[in-house]
């Protein structure tokens, strides 16, 4: 089973940009949908973007379409979360998780997720 480490995280102003990373190992990464999800304090964790195996296919949440991109490079097992225009409303802890060939809206369908990285957005 795949083991997921996200990365990148930190302190950024609003109106900047981060992008987050997520290393897989231990598995066949290119047999896995990815997706991105985040958690902010008080709050239940949301789904953000999804991309297919091959990474031709992406979804995203109505709220971060065309300020966040998901991409994957599958020689290198990662894949990324690219933010611009970040937002206070941004602040959360930041997770990825994978889940075999189909990509999914629902966190519910993902067996298997990192460890997570804080992203802090100060107005």
């Known amino acids: 089973q795949v083991q997921l480490v996200e990365s990148g995280g930190g302190l950024v102003q609003a109106g900047g940009s981060l992008r987050l990373s997520c290393a897989a190992s231990?598995?066949?990464?290119?047999?896995?949908?990815m997706g991105w999800f985040r958690q902010a304090p008080g709050k239940e964790r949301e789904f953000l973007a999804t991309i297919s195996m091959g990474g031709s296919i992406t979804d995203y949440t109505n709220s971060v379409k065309g300020r966040f991109t998901i991409s994957r490079d599958n020689a290198k097992n990662t894949v990324y979360l690219q933010m611009n225009s970040l937002k206070f409303e941004d602040t959360a802890v930041y997770y990825c998780?994978?889940?075999?060939?189909?990509?999914?809206?629902?966190?519910?369908?993902?067996?298997?997720w990192g460890q997570g990285t804080q992203v802090t957005v100060s107005s």
């Open positions: 998780a994978a889940r075999p060939r189909v990509t999914s809206l629902s966190l519910n369908n993902y067996p298997t």
């Open positions: 231990g598995g066949t990464f290119s047999s896995y949908a």
